[in-house]
């Protein structure tokens, strides 16, 4: 950053013990207020020099001094010159933060995948190991997370200060963003977008740990079924393994390491299923039908929950081989249901817990 | 700095009378003023109005920082918190910000300035005030029947859905409003291209033209879309229909593009008309053409296009994809860059000029300031990783502040304090004014730098409770508020006062040049006996100090 | 964009003596223009900058209806088919005929000609009527099949079209459940749209009733042609919305039906 970090740290450490500046708890938020402290500057030399030159001018040709004024029609290379240094300074300011909004908004690979439900008043967290918080968020430091988020009702919007993260928590559509925490501690959750009644209500916490600890509390705060066993659980009751079967002859396609891959939809056109893609395709089947299939999917809208939907989306991203859809399908005839025998590499249960 | 030169001069207060026929005693009674077509009538009972919507909107500033004062939600419940809020924003934009400089001023001297009677079309400015009222009267019914917290911006599905307050109401107050203003700047965009005076080309125009008329084009333009976006919110909310609801196949997200579609370029016409007014009053207290006339002119008209583009800055966040966000976030720096030209402009106006610090002037230097610190802070917030961090917090709400009572405001009240002796025949008492104006300098900034260091701490705006580490800033800010409620109090008592008492102005009292300044003050109703043949430049001192020299007297 | 006065006044006394006399002259020439001219000039750009103004109002709408569209193609394919192609042609006919009577009104203004200034608005105003007329015919037929938005509406016509007699096919594809839900979307913006339009249209007819009674009186047959001529640039635009309404709406992916 041009600044040796011990240096930097002092800087941060400084402002923060005056109350008037939040700490960097996460690998982004240095380079957020690296942007910030060019801003401040450019701002203080602009405004010094813009008032420099209001009070030089005001003492200098202030009518006792300067009686008669000199008409001036204005000046083209000063026009030029106060378009052109502006402008390359914006400039500047667009490409930094650019770059600095795409770090922000597009997560590495190997982050962890939190799902966080925004509702009238407060956030729900859901762990893939299905831990449930309220108006709270544990997770490791060191480790990249990914939140992915929706509102069951209105726009709110999940602010976490201290990492210099923020993003628009939408009713219909799932946001995401990623941080990576670097300091164990606690940290303010805070509802940004105006969102009713308990607006400022919608606070919480985020409690960062160093690994050991995590998994120490992942395990204590085990409530039972991970998101993925309770998707399953969904996917039987709502009759999903009918037509999801896994079989040649199914109704519907074969959902077994569909996440991540590329399919073509009967217009012709291809598209990448991820979690946008499996939520919309489960409220409007119509607009998302595989090629080669009938458009006869039933909208799931208005009869599943938002968490519902999260946890039948977690079931079909883990999913590997249609095995223990096929031990569930519920059968007249024994014969009817037959079997595949699970695919390769996957001894164990094809879903983990 | 202190200086004891004026370049007031006022006619010898032995002697000297208001004008016998003047514009404000050409007719009596009330029908007279209530089916006035003459523009500057209908400037002063815009003027009258607005002053009252303004403090009723400062009132519920005033609640909101009294609660803000602690870090528990104890003065008030939180729905009532958030009605203070919503109400404030409504009232100050769309019944203060958007019509105070061109409905008051832009009304009563426009027509002057371009050497022309009165505007293209006085029954549709007539009509324009009482739609004006009309909204403010269903806004207040909306107060009265119970209040409305949506938030001056109407976020859907919250407005449509989730609320049972008064929506409907207030949103057909504004949308009766916007009507309002787009009559004003119909009104002015016809008056400007076809009744100038003879002589009068448009780069003789004085720039407070050229500002109300780059306003006046967004005004036109701008409004209708939020008409429409209120019409669908209306109907959502009657009916049901889901055009914005996703559980229906709608898109909320739709609403935020129309909405911010208006209301970006609405900031545009928030504060290009102040503008406007700072290019004459820096002119006049330099005694100095503005430097780069032609510049400051074009910039008007390039912060009007540009603005129509940069409206999905307020949705960065949003969701909608990092490419138009790029874009998005490219073209505000670019419309950052007039508001830069204009600031340079009017420092370097300063230049070999000779400079007295009458009233005006010191709002003006306040405008420079606080301006600028406001435009800067926009550009953090036009640069995309920055925004993220920043966005919904109260860096927002002090940016916006700074450029609307900083910049705007400061603008409005210089103007107001310049065009009184015309507007009236009085002058305001001198040093009480001048008070008035570093009180109000030094109120603001209490109150609103503060704020800078809340948003990037990351408090939320809107919040109604915070966590207690915020509160040592926000009693900070709510002490500066009850500074500038003091300073804006004052204008009211004094400029109420100078009615009766202020000192008789004469035609000319700032040695001014502008048509405005060589007629009667008040004004004739029909403003010229003759219409005015334009023979020089704009800012022509020259001009004026050969005038002086040959007249003999001046009677109007 | 230079001004328009400049020419023709070279001496202040002249000036006013030159506004003395047009001012007798035309009753209608208002005090504060310095000529009739100038005043008529005035009129017409305010006009057209109304009418700027109306189509960013309609732009809005139109927006919405790109996005919808767009993103629910089959259902406004559908819906668009349960209009009446019949009253919607018809409509157009006739929305043009009356624009065509405002044509020959304006002229018959400018020529003097008084009689068929009134005949020809009084054409415009039936035409016009008739079109609201019809337009009430296909609201209540929406009313009937159940296609108004909201707590009625039935999607059975979309998920089970009924049976051709002849043919014993069904006279329409069938379109699944959730893409029928959103012919919802569609018929809303058909009624925001249409009805915004229409509502435009009664207002125009008001002041068509207010022409014919000035025009019948001679007010328009001595010069003062302003009020004819603005309204007619005003009637032309509401006949130009119809003109982008007609294809958006009603022929979306017109077949014959099976």
């Known amino acids: 950053m041009g600044i040796s970090p011990v240096l930097w740290q002092f800087l941060v450490k400084w402002l923060h013990s005056s109350a008037l500046f ?64 502006p402008l390359a300074i914006f400039l500047v300011v667009f490409v930094w933060g650019g770059l600095l909004y795409f770090r922000i908004y597009d997560p590495p690979p190997n982050a962890m995948n939190i799902y966080v439900v925004g509702k009238q008043w407060m956030w729900k967290a859901e762990h893939p190991g299905g831990q449930h918080e309220i108006n709270a968020l544990h997770i490791p430091v060191g480790q990249p997370v990914q939140l992915t988020m929706i509102s069951q009702d209105v726009f709110h919007s999940f602010s976490i200060p201290d990492f210099r993260v923020k993003r628009e928590v939408i009713p219909g559509r799932y946001s995401t963003v990623w941080f990576q925490a670097t300091d164990p501690g606690t940290y303010h959750i805070f509802c940004t977008q105006y969102c009713g009644t308990l607006h400022s209500g919608m606070i919480g916490e985020v409690t960062a740990m160093t690994p050991a600890d995590y998994k120490k509390w992942l395990d204590q705060s085990n409530s039972g079924m991970s998101l ?23 109704r519907g396609p074969n959902l077994a390491g569909v996440y991540g891959s590329k399919v073509t939809l009967t217009d012709g056109s291809q598209v990448l299923v991820n979690d946008a893609y499996l939520r919309d395709a489960i409220l409007n089947p119509s607009q998302h ?59 164990q249960d094809s879903v983990k817990p | 700095m202190s200086s004891t030169a004026t370049i007031v001069t006022l006619p010898d207060q032995a002697t000297a009378r208001l004008p016998k026929r003047n514009y404000l005693n050409n007719e009596d009674g009330l029908l ?46 939180a729905d009532t918190y958030n009605k203070f809020f919503t109400m404030h924003g409504i009232i100050m934009v769309f019944l203060f910000l958007v019509p105070s400089v061109p409905a008051t001023i832009g009304n009563f001297l ?78 002015f965009i016809v008056t400007i291209h076809r009744m100038r005076c003879p002589g009068m080309t448009w780069f003789r125009l004085p720039l407070f033209v050229w500002s109300n008329y780059a306003a006046s084009l967004l005004m036109v333009l701008g409004t209708p879309v939020l008409a429409i976006t209120l019409v669908l919110v209306l109907l959502e909310r009657v009916f049901g229909i889901g055009v914005f609801d996703p559980t229906k196949g709608g898109d909320p997200l739709l609403f935020q593009h129309l909405f911010w579609f208006y209301s970006h370029p609405a900031v545009y016409i928030m504060i290009l008309p102040g503008m406007g007014v700072i ?184 919040y109604h409770a915070y966590p207690p580490e915020y509160q040592v800033l926000n009693v900070l800010s709510t002490a500066g508020a009850t500074v500038l409620g003091v300073g804006y109090m004052l204008p009211l008592l004094y400029l109420g006062w100078s009615l009766k008492y202020g000192a008789i102005a004469g035609d000319n009292p700032w040695q001014a040049t502008g048509l405005e300044w060589q007629i009667q003050s008040p004004p004739l109703t029909e403003n010229f006996i003759e219409i005015p043949i334009m023979d020089h430049e704009a800012y022509d001192y020259e001009w004026l100090e050969q005038k002086q020299k040959n007249e003999v007297t001046t009677v109007g | 964009m230079d001004n328009t006065v400049a020419t023709e006044h070279p001496h202040t006394h002249e000036t006013a003596v030159h506004v003395e006399h047009e001012h007798i002259a035309l009753p209608q020439h208002r005090h504060h223009f310095e000529t009739v001219e100038q005043q008529r000039e005035a009129g017409s750009f305010g006009m057209w900058l109304f009418l700027l103004t109306e189509i960013m109002f309609f732009g809005g709408l139109f927006f919405a209806y790109l996005l919808y569209r767009n993103w629910y193609y089959a259902a406004f394919a559908s819906a668009s088919e349960t209009l009446s192609i019949q009253i919607g042609t018809a409509n157009t006919a006739i929305l043009i005929t009356s624009g065509f009577f405002m044509a020959l009104a304006v002229w018959a203004a400018e020529v003097r000609k008084k009689k068929m200034l009134v005949w020809t608005l009084i054409l415009t105003t039936v035409f016009g009527v008739a079109f609201l007329g019809f337009k009430y015919d296909e609201y209540h037929a929406k009313w009937v099949e159940h296609h108004i938005p909201g707590a009625h509406f039935d999607i059975k016509d979309f998920v089970n079209p009924p049976i051709n007699p002849q043919t014993h096919k069904p006279i329409e594809d069938p379109i699944s459940p959730d893409m029928a839900q959103r012919t919802q979307i569609f018929f809303f913006l058909y009624f925001a749209m249409t009805g915004m339009h229409a509502l435009h249209m009664i207002i125009g007819v008001g002041l068509l009733f207010w022409l014919i009674r000035r025009a019948a009186r001679g007010d328009f047959s001595a010069g003062y042609v302003a009020p004819i001529e603005n309204f007619g640039l005003y009637w032309h635009f509401v006949d130009i919305i119809w003109l982008f309404l007609y294809p958006l709406l009603y022929l979306i992916n017109r077949h014959p039906m099976h």
Not at chain 2, 56 to 77: C, H, K, M, N
Not at chain 2, 427 to 439: F, N
């Open chain 2, 279 to 462: 290019s004459e009053t820096i002119s006049t207290f330099s005694r100095k053409r503005v430097f780069g006339y032609t510049a400051v002119a074009f910039s008007s008209v390039a912060i009007a296009l540009f603005g129509f583009f940069v409206w999905a800055h307020h949705m960065f966040i949003m969701g909608i994809s990092n490419y138009s966000a790029l874009v998005f976030s490219l073209l505000t720096m670019l419309v950052a860059v007039p508001s830069a030209i204009k600031i340079f402009n009017w420092a370097f106006t300063l230049q070999k000029g000779s400079i007295t610090f009458e009233t005006p002037m010191l709002y003006s230097f306040g405008f420079m300031g606080l301006f600028t610190i406001g435009g800067v802070t926009g550009v953090f917030l036009g640069s995309l990783g920055m925004d993220i961090h920043l966005t919904e917090t109260y860096f927002i709400v002090a940016h916006f502040h700074f450029v609307m009572v900083g910049g705007m405001l400061m603008a409005f009240l210089a103007g107001i304090h310049f065009w009184w002796p015309k507007m009236t025949g009085r002058m305001y008492p001198e040093s009480l004014s001048k008070l008035a104006a570093v009180t109000t300098f030094i109120g603001f900034i209490l109150t609103f730098m503060p704020q800078f260091i809340l948003g990037y701490l990351g408090m939320p705006r809107r």
């Open chain 2, 110 to 187: 426009m027509p002057i300035m371009v050497g022309a009677k009165d505007l293209a079309f006085p029954k549709i400015n007539l009509l324009s005030w009482y739609l004006y009222v009309l909204g403010g009267i269903l806004l207040m019914a909306a107060l009265v029947l119970g209040g409305v917290d949506t938030g001056w911006t109407f976020t859907t599905p919250l407005s449509t859905h989730y609320l049972n307050t008064h929506v409907i109401t207030a949103a057909l107050a504004i949308f009766v409003a916007g009507f309002s203003s787009i009559f004003t700047g119909l009104n």
């Open chain 1, 228 to 250: 993925a066993q309770n998707g399953e659980r969904l996917f039987a009751s709502m009759g999903c393994n009918a037509c999801h079967s896994g079989n040649a002859a199914a």
């Open chain 1, 289 to 347: 039908v595989t090629a080669g299939y009938a458009p006869i999917m039933p909208t799931y809208q208005g009869q599943i929950s938002e968490d519902g939907l999260i946890d039948i989306v977690e079931f079909i991203k883990q999913l590997q081989s249609n095995y223990r859809i096929q031990q569930t399908f519920v059968t007249a005839d024994s014969n009817q249901a037959s079997p595949t025998t699970p695919s390769v590499g996957s001894n």
């Open chain 2, 32 to 77: 007279s003023w209530l089916l006035t077509g003459d523009h500057k009538r209908i400037a002063m009972l815009y003027l009258i109005s607005i002053t009252f919507f303004f403090f009723i909107g400062g009132a519920f500033a005033g609640l909101i920082r009294l609660e803000l004062l602690t870090p528990q939600p104890d003065l008030v419940a």
């Open chain 1, 22 to 85: 939040p700490v960097e708890a996460s690998t982004i938020a240095p380079y957020t207020d690296a942007l910030y402290f060019f801003l401040v500057s450019v701002s203080l030399v602009g405004l010094i020099f813009v008032t420099l030159l209001i009070f030089y001018f005001s003492v200098r040709y202030r009518r006792d001094k300067h009686p008669v004024a000199v008409q001036v029609e204005g000046s083209t290379i000063l026009e030029a010159t106060w378009t052109i240094i």
